[in-house]
């Protein structure tokens, strides 16, 4: 079936460092993929998407791109602020059939003055 | 415009009563899934609703059923609480066929079951 796998652990960084989530994931086809973010206590807030190879979802800094060759969506921003630490959820829909989404199980970002 | 709307926020409950959740999906949506996130999990799929029936399901036991009224808004109700079933439950809603626009989500109801 189809799932999503995100990287172990919290990440811990310093305000304006680079942060880097990895996310790979097993599908059939060419699913849609998305990053969600949820701040504490809150749900979960679309980030951004890309719904075919190649194609690079953008939004507030963050950027992932969709690597077919690789399975993998990774999520980057180049300079962090205390605003976003969060919990990121690394998500996919189907091609086809069933439009359900699959999480990874998130990675909790803090970032540290 | 309102977003995806959710009650309660909180509450709890005691093993083996039952519990009712609510949802307002986004305007201009037809869809309304429903997912559970346990503390430190990323969010399960539990069904989906349109048009009023259950379209898809996941890997929940009989004891969680659905409702979705006319107006697209929905119920989630789970029977024989179970110590497990604490969790956030999360509504989100969607525009069916439109996959790839991602879902609305709202915020959420905290289920805690004593």
């Known amino acids: 079936g189809n799932s999503v796998t995100q990287m172990e652990g919290p990440v811990t960084l310093s305000e304006e460092a680079f942060l880097t989530i990895n996310c790979t994931y097993t599908?059939?086809?060419?699913?849609?993929l998305f990053w969600y973010v949820q701040y504490p206590g809150e749900g979960l807030q679309l980030l951004l998407k890309?719904?075919?190879?190649?194609d690079k979802g953008s939004n507030k800094g963050f950027e992932a791109t969709y690597r077919k060759e690789t399975t993998s969506f990774h999520l980057e921003k180049g300079s962090v602020q205390v605003s976003d630490s969060a919990v990121y959820f690394c998500?996919?829909?189907?091609?086809?059939?069933?439009?359900?989404?699959?999480f990874g199980k998130g990675n909790q970002v803090v970032v540290i003055p | 415009d309102a977003g995806v709307t959710q009650s309660p926020t909180h509450l709890i409950k005691t093993r083996g009563q039952q519990v009712t959740l609510r949802c307002s999906p986004k305007?201009?949506?037809?869809?309304v899934s429903w997912y559970q996130q346990a503390l430190g999990q990323g969010p399960q799929f539990i069904f989906q609703?349109?048009?009023?029936?259950?379209?898809q399901r996941g890997n929940f036991p009989d004891r969680f059923s659905g409702h979705q009224f006319p107006n697209y808004s929905s119920e989630l109700n789970v029977n024989a609480l179970l110590l497990g079933d604490s969790a956030l439950y999360l509504c989100?809603?969607?525009?069916?066929?439109?996959?790839?626009?991602?879902?609305?989500f709202g915020s959420g109801t905290r289920l805690t079951v004593v």
């Open positions: 989100a809603s969607s525009l069916l066929g439109q996959r790839n626009y991602g879902y609305t």
């Open positions: 599908a059939t086809g060419y699913p849609s």
């Open positions: 890309a719904t075919k190879a190649d």
């Open positions: 998500a996919l829909s189907a091609a086809y059939g069933n439009n359900r989404l699959a």
């Open positions: 305007s201009g949506h037809d869809t």
């Open positions: 609703y349109y048009e009023e029936e259950e379209r």
